[in-house]
């Protein structure tokens, strides 16, 4: 097992980056406006419960590591795991920067379609039709490898129901939105993980 006082000290300082910029980017949001008449929807009660569960989880090993760690399932290469576990979220919080800066101001918290909203193919866009939540998803496990135990299953299963469902609906304003275009970059990229041809190449 990796040192509980380095473990903890990263996950302190990785909540508060990732908050911040979460909280940056959300106020960012604010700068674009709704397209008129759009329709808005709420994220999913499931999304939020799972992400809910998450962040406590976390907030938890942050105040109280000894206990929450004495819970953990033990194994002689549980330092493997947490290692890959740290890399997850290093590597998370890289993939949720770089689809900020590709998604700019059409980001919301909200699901709805904003004023001059045209397809957002570049960046991690390019592979993925929703690399946020997708972002959510590498989190998730990243935390289960750093503290083992079989409640991130159950997390992630009610993340991956809740965002596919706003994914869907998503979707679904966007292609009565943009239409062809929309619909042609489906086509092209993944849901939440990139698209492969049958020869190995992502498309």
């Known amino acids: 097992m990796l040192d509980l006082t380095l473990m903890r000290?990263?996950?302190?300082?990785?909540?508060?980056?990732?908050?911040?910029?979460?909280?940056?980017?959300a106020r960012r949001a604010r700068v674009r406006k709704a397209r008129s008449g759009a329709e808005k929807t709420a994220p999913a009660p499931?999304?939020?419960?799972?992400?809910?569960?998450?962040?406590?989880?976390?907030?938890?090993?942050?105040?109280?590591?000894e206990q929450v760690m004495s819970q953990v399932l033990r194994s002689p290469v549980l330092w493997?795991?947490?290692?890959?576990?740290?890399i997850g979220l290093v590597f998370g919080f890289?993939?949720?920067?770089?689809?900020?800066q590709a998604l700019g101001d059409f980001y919301d918290i909200k699901l709805f379609v904003?004023?001059?909203?045209?397809?957002?193919?570049?960046?991690?866009y390019s592979y993925v039709r929703?690399?946020?939540?997708?972002?959510?998803?590498?989190?998730?496990?990243s935390t289960g490898l750093l503290l083992p135990h079989y409640i991130f299953s159950v997390i992630l299963l009610m993340?991956?129901?809740?965002?596919?469902?706003m994914a869907r609906k998503e979707e679904e304003m966007l292609c009565q939105?943009?239409?062809?275009?929309?619909r042609a970059y489906m086509k092209r990229a993944g849901m939440f993980l990139p698209k492969w041809q049958p020869g190995g190449a992502s498309t």
């Open 177 to 182: 939105a943009l239409g062809v275009p929309y």
């Open 94 to 100: 890289w993939l949720l920067v770089r689809s900020h």
């Open 130 to 141: 929703h690399p946020m939540y997708t972002t959510y998803f590498i989190w998730i496990v």
């Open 9 to 25: 000290g990263f996950m302190f300082v990785w909540s508060g980056i990732t908050l911040t910029a979460r909280m940056i980017y």
């Open 46 to 65: 499931m999304a939020i419960l799972a992400m809910g569960a998450w962040c406590a989880i976390i907030g938890l090993f942050i105040i109280m590591p």
């Open 159 to 165: 993340a991956v129901v809740g965002f596919r469902r």
């Open 80 to 86: 493997i795991g947490q290692t890959a576990g740290i």
């Open 114 to 124: 904003k004023n001059a909203h045209r397809v957002i193919d570049v960046g991690p």
